[in-house]
């Protein structure tokens, strides 16, 4: 088949939407959640899970602040190549680090690709008591260490795109509140 003028392509905007917060703040059930709204809406859309990541992309990698560093920016360079082929990507990683976080977002700004950061703001104190992966309980038994937010820095975002405190919403609201920022975006 030829391309013809014709044959037009859908405009489509991709966009990163990253959700940075402590770990079992509830990042993941938002993303999934939104994924699930924007699919039933005809979007192209990708989940980048962190725990995947770590384990095909990023193999090898520890957790010391370089490796973390590394980490982030392997996510964010695969993120805005799918942003900017029309994909609504959904990334809840941790990215504890200001400095991980900017060098993402400047990736994006240098390709003209759309990104927006979501805050996942729950205290550490309503993460311990979810603590989905053990993780919390692990650290206090002295069986791991460097969990992020305990004794391991979490750098807060100064200026989010978008706050979300779970502890005082449902997962949809939560997950409303990003696609009305999208929407607000001109991303939808």
Same mark, same amino acid.
């Given at each position: 088949?030829?391309?013809?003028?014709?044959?037009? $392509?859908?405009?489509?905007?991709?966009?990163?939407?990253?959700?940075?917060?402590?770990?079992?703040?509830?990042?993941?059930?938002?993303?999934?959640?939104?994924?699930? +709204?924007?699919?039933? $809406?005809?979007?192209?859309? *990708?989940?980048?899970?962190?725990?995947?990541?770590?384990?095909?992309?990023?193999?090898?990698?520890?957790?010391? +602040?370089?490796?973390?560093?590394?980490?982030?920016?392997?996510?964010?360079?695969?993120? *805005?190549?799918?942003?900017?082929?029309?994909?609504?990507?959904?990334? /809840?990683?941790?990215? /504890?680090?200001?400095?991980? +976080? !900017?060098?993402?977002?400047? #990736?994006?700004? +240098? $390709?003209?690709?759309?990104?927006? *950061?979501?805050?996942?703001?729950? /205290?550490? *104190?309503?993460?311990?008591?979810?603590?989905?992966?053990?993780?919390?309980?692990?650290?206090?038994?002295?069986?791991?260490?460097?969990?992020?937010?305990?004794?391991? /820095?979490? !750098? !807060?975002?100064?200026?989010?795109?978008? #706050?979300? !405190?779970?502890?005082?919403?449902?997962?949809? $609201?939560?997950?409303?509140?990003?696609?009305?920022?999208?929407?607000?975006?001109?991303?939808?």
């Amino acid at each position: 088949m030829t391309y013809t003028p014709e044959i037009q $392509e859908k405009e489509v905007t991709g966009a990163t939407i990253w959700l940075t917060g402590l770990p079992s703040a509830g990042k993941t059930t938002i993303a999934y959640e939104l994924a699930g +709204r924007l699919r039933a $809406e005809g979007h192209r859309v *990708e989940l980048l899970d962190g725990d995947e990541i770590r384990e095909f992309l990023s193999a090898g990698l520890g957790f010391t +602040r370089e490796d973390r560093h590394t980490n982030v920016q392997r996510i964010g360079f695969v993120a *805005e190549l799918l942003a900017s082929n029309g994909v609504k990507v959904l990334v /809840p990683v941790i990215a /504890p680090y200001a400095d991980s +976080r !900017e060098a993402v977002r400047k #990736r994006h700004q +240098r $390709e003209g690709t759309p990104y927006v *950061e979501v805050h996942v703001a729950t /205290p550490v *104190e309503v993460c311990s008591e979810r603590d989905v992966k053990g993780l919390y309980a692990k650290q206090a038994a002295g069986e791991i260490s460097g969990l992020t937010g305990v004794d391991d /820095p979490y !750098e !807060e975002p100064e200026t989010p795109d978008l #706050r979300i !405190e779970s502890q005082n919403q449902t997962v949809q $609201e939560s997950a409303a509140a990003v696609h009305t920022l999208l929407g607000e975006r001109g991303l939808l």
